[in-house]
């Protein structure tokens, strides 16, 4: 069975710029959160989807967002990208509707100039 | 806002010591995760504790859940250089979808 799988490994952008970032959950979850890990601040929350609604969202500004799509794929936008939010997004997905055993990606690495 | 704080922040041992990592909280939890992050990679999940007083263990490795549920610590014995990694706690509040994380012990372990 294939693992969380997250597009692309490594990103580059510069400050102003937008980006997506792609997530393909295990094959039947049907629930994907969203983290942000830095060293600083460790990981956070950003959101989670559930067949396609947005369930939960972390404490992030309106330039984060996400969606789900009806095969269970998720990606998130980040816009008007600063150099803060040079980071590692990391995807999660899950089968049960509580969200109790997460099964996370690789991660993609975002770094912003 | 849930902080999880873990201590220490980082750990450097030598292969065959003992190790107790902890993690406390201000706030109940109704159930606490253990995960370990190898570098280039995702957080893989040791185990999840729901029940106050609750103690498990995994080979070498043992959880337990605080009285309160409010803190966990994981105990290693006779620690392997592949015990090296990143140990994050993660505690979940009713059947929020949400996990807070802990703030991380970074362990070394080296012949």
């Known amino acids: 069975k294939a693992g969380v799988t997250q597009t692309p490994r490594y990103l580059i952008k510069t400050r102003g710029q937008q980006v997506t970032l792609s997530c393909s959950p295990i094959?039947?979850?049907?629930?994907v959160s969203w983290y942000q890990q830095t060293p600083g601040q460790g990981l956070q929350f950003l959101f989670e989807y559930f067949s396609e609604t947005q369930r939960n969202k972390g404490n992030f500004p309106g330039r984060f967002s996400g969606r789900q799509f009806s095969n269970s794929r998720s990606e998130m936008n980040v816009s008007t990208l600063e150099l803060g939010d040079s980071a590692l997004y990391l995807c999660?997905?899950?089968?049960?509707?509580?969200?109790?055993?997460?099964?996370f990606g690789s991660g993609t690495q975002l770094s912003v100039l | 806002t849930q902080l999880l704080e873990q201590s220490p922040q980082f750990l450097s041992i030598q292969e065959g010591e003992n190790l107790t990592v902890y993690c406390n909280s201000s706030?109940?939890?109704?159930?606490l995760q253990w995960y370990r992050q190898e570098p280039g990679e995702g957080p893989v999940l040791l185990v999840t504790v729901v029940t106050g007083g609750e103690v498990k263990k995994l080979k070498r490795l043992t959880f337990q859940f605080g009285d309160a549920r409010k803190d966990s610590s994981l105990h290693i014995t006779a620690a392997q250089p592949g015990d090296t990694g990143l140990y994050l706690c993660a505690g979940r509040t009713g059947t929020a979808s949400k996990l807070t994380f802990g703030t991380g012990t970074r362990l070394q372990v080296t012949l």
């Open positions: 094959s039947g979850h049907r629930s």
């Open positions: 706030s109940v939890f109704s159930s």
């Open positions: 999660a997905s899950s089968q049960d509707r509580v969200v109790e055993k997460l099964f």
